[in-house]
Nanobody, 131 residues
């Protein structure tokens, strides 16, 4: 059974930093896509950043230059380093995982920018940024 567990959330003042972690249990596939999403109060879940099995990353415009996504495949860990936090970053943060597809001699992620692109989700960790 696949299970993702996030940690590292908390309360910080604007301009501060947090590092989120996500550990992946029970995933048997060797190549998989991972992402961080967030859901602000009263709003829909949105993608923050994603990383494929080869380590290629992509970010939502609102976090570019401030957040960094990374992974440790040996430890089955996913990270999100968040710097220069703003009050509008306040949200529940979720990690997600999906098996990578194989085609044309390489692995790739499908629909990685959307919640629909991932079947496995963690329970979330709260990030609160005060002015």
């Amino acid at each position: 059974q696949v299970q993702l567990v996030e940690s590292g959330g908390g309360s910080v003042q604007a301009g501060g930093s947090l590092r989120l972690s996500c550990v992946l249990f029970g995933y048997t596939h060797s190549s998989y896509c991972m992402g961080w999403f967030r859901q602000p109060p009263g709003k829909e879940r949105e993608r923050v950043a994603s990383i494929d099995s080869d380590g290629r990353t992509s970010y939502a415009d609102f976090v570019k230059g401030r957040f960094t996504i990374s992974r440790d495949n040996a430890k089955k860990m996913l990270y999100l380093q968040m710097n220069s936090l703003k009050p509008e970053d306040t949200a529940m943060y979720y990690c997600a995982a999906e098996t990578a597809y194989y085609g044309g001699g390489s692995y790739y992620c499908v629909n990685e920018y959307s919640v629909d692109g991932y079947r496995s989700w963690g329970q979330g960790t709260q990030v609160t940024v005060s002015p």
